[in-house]
């Protein structure tokens, strides 16, 4: 998971150079007044998203796969604990009756 966030982010880093080049060059538009390094955020995030959409897809099924299997460790670990105390409150039960 931490790989896949990493390689997000460095869509993201890679997008904003490009950005930012691109304005500095003027092949973009500078945004208005003092809002030029939003401006670049911003279009950067737009561009980035569909970016890692596409070129981190194997990497996204990975991680997904991943936390797929932990909840369902989790699940089944919660599951044993739950029938391990059914049956404990079954056999108190069972001697609470016998008494």
Avoid at 9 to 23: M, N
Avoid at 34 to 40: C, E, L, V, Y
Wanted: glycine letters at 10%.
């Amino acid at each position: 998971m931490l790989r896949y966030t990493l390689m997000r982010l460095g869509v993201f880093v890679g997008c904003l150079a490009a950005v930012w080049g691109l304005v500095y060059l003027g092949v973009f538009p500078r945004g208005l007044g003092d809002s030029n390094g939003m401006w670049i955020v911003l279009l950067s995030l737009v561009l980035s998203a569909p970016l890692s959409f596409v070129l981190l897809r194997k990497e996204r099924d990975r991680a997904s796969e991943t936390v797929v299997r932990r909840v369902d460790r989790m699940k089944a670990g919660l599951e044993s604990n739950r029938s391990q105390e059914d049956g404990a409150a079954d056999s108190a039960h069972a001697q609470g009756q016998a008494s």
